[in-house]
């Protein structure tokens, strides 16, 4: 069974970079879509962005202007950078992957545990 | 405010068969399928239902997922006091080119 696993600061200042990196184990990147969600706390879950292992990316639209997310195949890895942070973007931050391969249709089989990110001075 | 909407709170006793709803749009739900997870506090989601009604390896049969236009339903039979979490839907969005969730429903078992 795939495993994966967030790692980053888990405190970052306003207007700051956040930072993110999610490591696959038991199992490869390739074939498959990644995605990083978040939660901010006590709320529902929204999806920040998808990257497949060729490097394509996908975005939403409302945080497109900040954000990249990048693959590291030989590492078995992808990341997660989001610009000029404020309080808004406080949340618990999630990796997880699409289920079937070659496919993104909201289909998340794998989650990383999360990693809360708090933006504060 | 979530693309997809659920009620905030769901309850039943041990024993009783609940549903939670979950209403989109024909951008969304109307034109794509609908998957369910299900939430402990404190930990990560968990693929309950996909592809409307599908159920992973693991998943009980209790647990059943349906569509019909721009709404589904996920239903709990026979509900156990295990089954007490948040529960969501999510759905590809054509309009947003990326998948949406609801707002999450906590289901509290009495």
């Known amino acids: 069974q795939v495993q994966l696993q967030e790692s980053g600061p888990g405190l970052v200042k306003p207007s700051e970079t956040l930072s993110l990196t999610c490591t696959v184990s038991?199992?490869?990147?390739?074939?498959?879509?990644w995605s990083w969600i978040r939660q901010p706390p006590g709320n529902g879950l929204e999806w920040i962005g998808y990257?497949?292992?060729?490097?394509?990316?996908m975005y939403n639209p409302s945080l497109q202007s900040r954000v990249t997310i990048s693959v590291d195949t030989s590492n078995n890895q992808f990341s997660l950078k989001l610009t000029s942070v404020t309080a808004a973007d406080t949340a618990l931050y999630y990796c997880?992957?699409?289920?079937?391969?070659?496919?993104?249709?909201?289909?998340?089989?794998?989650w990383g545990q999360g990693t809360l990110v708090t933006v504060s001075s | 405010q979530s693309v997809l909407t659920q009620p905030p709170s769901a309850s039943g006793t041990p024993g009783q068969r609940v549903t939670i709803s979950c209403s989109g749009s024909?951008?969304?739900?109307?034109?794509?399928?609908v998957n369910w997870y299900q939430q402990f506090p404190g930990t990560a989601p968990k693929l309950l239902i996909y592809?409307?009604?599908q159920r992973p390896s693991g998943v009980p049969d209790r647990f059943s997922g349906s569509k019909s236009g721009t709404s589904a339903s996920l239903a709990i039979s026979g509900l156990q006091s295990e089954d007490e979490a948040d529960y969501h839907c999510?759905?590809?969005?054509?309009?947003?080119?990326?998948?949406?969730f609801g707002g999450g429903t906590k289901l509290t078992v009495l």
């Open positions: 997880a992957r699409e289920g079937r391969e070659g496919y993104a249709d909201s289909n998340f089989d794998s």
């Open positions: 038991r199992g490869s990147i390739s074939t498959f879509y």
């Open positions: 990257v497949f292992y060729t490097g394509y990316t």
């Open positions: 024909t951008s969304n739900i109307g034109r794509n399928t």
């Open positions: 592809n409307n009604n």
């Open positions: 999510a759905a590809w969005d054509d309009s947003l080119n990326g998948p949406v």
